[in-house]
């Protein structure tokens, strides 16, 4: 089946550097999604991305959408203690009906 | 205020018995879904509904059991055959199917033993 894989698992920065997440999906995604979801908390939207090339920025946050759709990368620039969480992406199945979420990345960050 | 209410935020149970976790949002919307998350894990979809007194599997439904007699709501039953239940639930809602973030509930975390 369907399957979202993310890189790396998790990732432990000091307070001021760069991360950088990356989505690969096993097939073409129509659109990805990205969410973060805080420690003990739920996942929460930031952002979708369509069109293939597409590159969003959100502050600190780039994302970025494969040419081919079938990939995607979040990066983090100058990350702060607030950045500390899993980041996620996901992509609908072939018939819309649902959502395929990544495996994630849990990032750490030491102040 | 809208939003999506899950109910309790923690719940202990014996193995053996049944246990129906708490799915409600006042959000109109049509779609809502049922994740398990495992520590460390992603999330994997047990059922969703498209709308009211219809419902489908997802990729981890043997052991749960869901109903959808009203569009605000979406309970979830997590059977005695479900071999580890101890995981934390979340329902989520959309519009709609298709190409629509999705609305996240604080979760449920269930434990038993």
């Known amino acids: 089946g369907q399957q979202v894989m993310q890189i790396p698992q998790y990732q432990h920065v000091q307070e001021g550097e760069d991360f950088t997440t990356y989505c690969n999906s096993s097939?073409?995604?129509?659109?990805i999604q990205w969410y973060k979801q805080r420690p003990g908390g739920h996942p929460v939207f930031l952002i979708q991305l369509v069109k293939s090339g597409e590159v969003k920025k959100q502050k600190r946050l780039t994302f970025q959408f494969g040419e081919a759709k079938k990939n995607s990368s979040l990066h983090i620039t100058a990350t702060q203690t607030t950045d500390v969480g899993t980041y996620f992406c996901a992509g609908p199945n072939t018939g819309f009906q649902k959502l395929v979420f990544g495996t994630g990345t849990r990032l750490l960050v030491s102040p | 205020d809208g939003g999506i209410t899950q109910s309790p935020k923690y719940l202990f149970r014996k193995e053996g018995q049944n246990v129906t976790l708490s799915c409600e949002q006042n959000l109109n919307h049509d779609a809502m879904y049922w994740y398990r998350q495992d520590p460390g894990q992603g999330l994997r979809l047990i059922y969703y509904s498209q709308i009211v007194n219809d419902f489908q599997k997802g990729d981890i439904a043997e052991g749960y059991s869901v109903s959808r007699e009203k569009k605000e709501s979406f309970p979830l039953t997590v059977t005695s055959a479900q071999k580890n239940p101890t995981a934390f639930y979340l329902c989520a809602s959309t519009p709609g199917l298709g190409l629509y973030e999705q609305y996240f509930g604080p979760g449920t975390r269930l434990t038993v033993t």
């Open positions: 097939t073409t995604l129509s659109n």
